[in-house]
């Protein structure tokens, strides 16, 4: 039997390697595995307490209800958004994602407010600033191409914004030499 797994914070390709060279070191056949999900054929016994210790050990977990599954597509989504740069959204967020995920958006925002204790505006604002620190740590772009690169009107909105989430400017940070991003799955 084919059997989807849903998947809390899996939100990279590594995370995706993972978990596949786990399930491969414990026999268990993987016929799709992309962020948030897994399929599996289910053979005679369940896998599920076996998946569970593997999601456990890794940092993950099983999602086994709808609105947290939810909650979990929205972040995947936003994640996958700025993996490819220059950041392509020709709408509002709202509307990006009431698209994508063919759900009411007013819905989502109040279910992912409650789940995550943040908008999903907020997230996302956060989930910016960790790719700013990440282009600013690769040395290859000024601040201008950076805010370019994510959609910023100009620089002035994208330096308050950095201020605002870091307490320190983009300049501060570039000397400052510090590694201290956020992973993916630790943003909330």
């Known amino acids: 039997m084919i059997k989807d797994f849903y998947i809390k914070n899996m939100v990279c390709d590594r995370c995706i390697k993972v978990l596949r060279d786990e399930l491969n070191a414990h026999n268990i056949e993987l016929l799709n595995i992309e962020l948030g999900r897994i399929t599996l054929n289910v053979k005679d016994s369940d896998p599920t307490e076996i998946l569970g210790s593997i999601l456990d050990k890794n940092g993950f977990s099983l999602i086994n209800n709808p609105e947290l599954h939810l909650v979990e597509q929205i972040k995947i989504e936003l994640i996958q958004l700025l993996k490819h740069l220059p950041l ?18 007013f819905k989502m925002s109040k279910l992912f407010s409650t789940n995550e204790s943040v908008t999903i505006e907020k997230y996302f604002i956060k989930l910016k600033i960790e790719k700013v620190k990440e282009l600013i740590q690769n040395q290859a772009l000024n601040f201008t191409e950076i805010s370019q690169l994510l959609n910023y009107s100009n620089i002035n909105h994208l330096s308050r914004q950095f201020k605002r989430e870091t307490g320190m400017s983009l300049s501060e940070y570039k000397s400052s030499q510090k590694n201290d991003r956020t992973s993916l799955d630790q943003i909330v």
Not at 90 to 102: A, G, I, N, R
């Open 88 to 105: 392509q959204i020709e709408q509002k967020l709202s509307t990006y994602l009431e698209l994508k995920l063919h759900k009411d958006y």
